[in-house]
């Protein structure tokens, strides 16, 4: 089975908040931009694009709770989507109905299994701590 299908599996840190990614994203992104920072407590988030039909929440979808991010560098609100018994940050939406259709984020941090994944882009280089170099890229292209 190639890896663009197969079904990744991902948790939370308490494993109340279970999911299945079926393929790979269509984009990869690292971002440094304080507000994911923030939400992850390091230096910077790892953030698959998915279309909505490749993630199901197969356990515990009571247990996610939505943190409303209005302030983020990008000026496009977000729906940041965690575990209410751990805090794990496990997905993102946008909070424009339209768009949080078409794509769910899914923290890469999360995930049960590797994969050979590579981030595409680094989104908020210019917010990139001082001590962070040496991101494998699969491409320097911006996307």
Known sequence: MSQEAKIIR?????EA??????GAPFTF????????????GTAFMSNGF???DQVRVIEGPEKVKIFEDKKTTSGVALARQFCSECGSNV???STDPEQSKKFI???LGTLDQE???????????????HWVNGIHLLTKQRL
């Open 10 to 14: 991902g948790s939370c840190l308490c």
């Open 17 to 22: 908040v279970k999911y299945e990614i079926h």
């Open 29 to 40: 992104r690292v971002c440094h931009c304080v507000n994911c920072r923030k939400a992850t």
């Open 50 to 52: 998915f279309s909505r």
């Open 91 to 93: 997905f993102i939406t």
């Open 105 to 107: 984020i899914v923290a």
């Open 115 to 129: 994969t050979n994944w590579l981030p595409k882009t680094e989104l908020f280089e210019d917010q990139r701590r």
